[in-house]
C-alpha cells in the first residue's frame, strides 16, 4: 500500500533514469530550453589531450551547435503527453518556437525543428551587415526574460500544472548585447526576479 502510494505522489513526473538533458537528470515535466544560436556556436569544442576514446567518440565533430542539437533531440525523444515544454533560441534577438508550452505528444515536430537549427552565419554585406552586426551578438537578458514570461504561461492541459519549473540554458559565451551585459548583474536581476517563481535553472556552456 505505502509503495502504491508512492507511485501516486510521483504521478505527473518523470523517472530521473529516463530524463537526462546534457547528463543533467530532472524530474520536470513543465521545461523550457534555451539555446544560443550565436556564431560562435558553430566553433568547435577543443577536447583535452587526455581525452579517452569513449570521450572523442561521444562528440565526433565537436561542433558546439551539433552538440546542443543532439542532446535536445536525445531529451525530446523520451519525453511522453504529459511533458510540456517549449523551445527559445537566440543570438541577438530572441525567437520562441510556440507561443507556450506544448505537450510532449508534439515531439516529433520539435525534434524535426531542432534539427534544422543553424548557428548564425557572418553577415556579407547589405543592411543587417552595416548596421553593426546586432543580429550576431548574443542577447542573453532578453533570452531570459522571454523564458520568464513563459514561466507564467498556462499549459494547454488543465489537468497538468500551471508554471514552468525548469530552465535549461545552453550558451558558449558572455552576453554582448542586450539591457544588461555585465554578468554579475545579470545574475543579481534573474536572481531578484526567480525569488517568487522558484524556476530551477541549469547552465550549461561550452568553453571557448
Do not use: C
Not at 523517472?15 to 524530474?27: G, Q, S, V
Not at 551547435?65 to 523520451?78: P, Q
Not at 553593426?132 to 551578438?137: L, R, T
Amino acid at each position: 500500500a505505502a509503495k502504491a502510494k508512492a507511485e501516486k505522489a510521483l504521478e505527473g513526473y518523470a523517472k530521473p533514469d529516463k530524463r537526462k538533458y546534457h547528463n543533467i537528470e530532472t524530474l520536470s515535466r513543465k521545461i523550457l530550453f534555451v539555446i544560443d544560436i550565436s556564431g560562435s556556436m558553430r566553433d568547435k569544442i577543443v577536447l583535452p589531450a587526455d581525452a579517452t576514446a569513449e570521450q572523442q567518440a561521444e562528440f565526433p565533430d565537436r561542433v558546439k551547435m551539433e552538440i546542443a542539437k543532439k542532446a535536445t533531440i536525445d531529451f525530446l525523444a523520451t519525453v511522453d503527453a504529459n511533458v510540456y515544454f517549449n523551445i527559445i533560441t537566440f543570438a541577438g534577438k530572441v525567437d520562441l518556437w510556440r507561443d507556450s508550452l506544448v505537450s510532449g505528444s508534439q515531439r516529433t515536430t520539435a525534434i524535426k525543428h531542432v534539427a534544422k537549427l543553424k548557428a548564425l552565419e557572418p553577415s556579407t554585406g547589405g543592411r543587417k551587415a552595416g548596421g553593426g552586426g546586432e543580429e550576431q551578438k548574443t542577447n542573453t537578458y532578453a533570452a531570459l526574460m522571454a523564458a520568464f514570461g513563459q514561466a507564467d504561461a498556462a499549459v494547454p492541459d488543465w489537468k497538468a500544472r500551471t508554471k514552468v519549473d525548469t530552465l535549461f540554458l545552453v550558451t558558449d559565451g558572455l552576453p554582448t548585447a542586450g539591457e544588461v551585459i555585465e554578468v554579475p548583474k545579470l545574475i543579481r536581476a534573474i536572481t531578484d526576479l526567480n525569488k517568487s517563481r522558484g524556476i530551477v535553472i541549469h547552465v550549461i556552456t561550452f568553453d571557448k
